[in-house]
């Protein structure tokens, strides 16, 4: 969940995915972890640079092999905590490709239950990605919740990145 800015922060595939699998390698040195690092990252890039979910949806399960055949509403009755990168993450990109907003894309995540935090930060990534900017009632929430170092380091990789326009308007 922590590979997000990956996909936001480099302009290939290739510097992505090997980007992630660094980021991934420190902490959680094991195949499936790097696995779903880089699936995630890759899927972020995809959505920024492609707008495509059918692209994302393919390039996802060639280079990964994931199952996103499903749906949320496939996933959610039999879906429980499950800490596995495989467990997870395809879950969290099938909770993207089944929304029609931001919102709605963390919305279907968290409905999964589980480890939901986990779903909606790689779920919230990919559809950042994809709709484009977090809505301001959202963002003035998070701007409220974090202590003010944390929210200028998100500020400050909004701005460079493009992925906020203005986080201190007023209007939503």
């Known amino acids: 969940m922590r590979v997000s800015p990956i996909g936001f922060a480099f302009d290939s595939a290739e ?76 879950e969290a990109i099938i909770s993207f490709l089944d929304s029609d907003s931001y919102e709605d894309a963390v919305r279907n995540a968290v409905s999964l239950g589980g480890d939901s935090d986990t779903l909606a930060c790689i779920t919230g990534g990919i559809a950042e990605a994809y709709y484009g900017n977090v809505s301001l009632r959202i963002l003035k929430k998070v701007k409220e919740c974090l202590p003010h170092d944390l929210w200028t380091i998100t500020e400050k990789f909004c701005r460079k990145f493009g992925t906020v326009e203005d986080t201190t308007a007023g209007n939503e």
């Open 15 to 90: 510097s992505v995915l090997q980007e992630a699998a660094r980021t991934a390698e420190v902490s959680h040195n094991h195949p499936e972890s790097v696995k779903g690092a880089r699936a995630t990252a890759l899927a972020i890039f995809l959505a920024r640079t492609t707008r495509n979910k059918s692209i994302i949806r393919e390039e996802v399960v060639d280079r990964f092999g994931y199952d996103l055949s499903r749906t949320v509403d496939d996933i959610r009755p039999s879906y429980g905590f499950d800490v596995s990168c495989q467990g997870t993450v395809p």
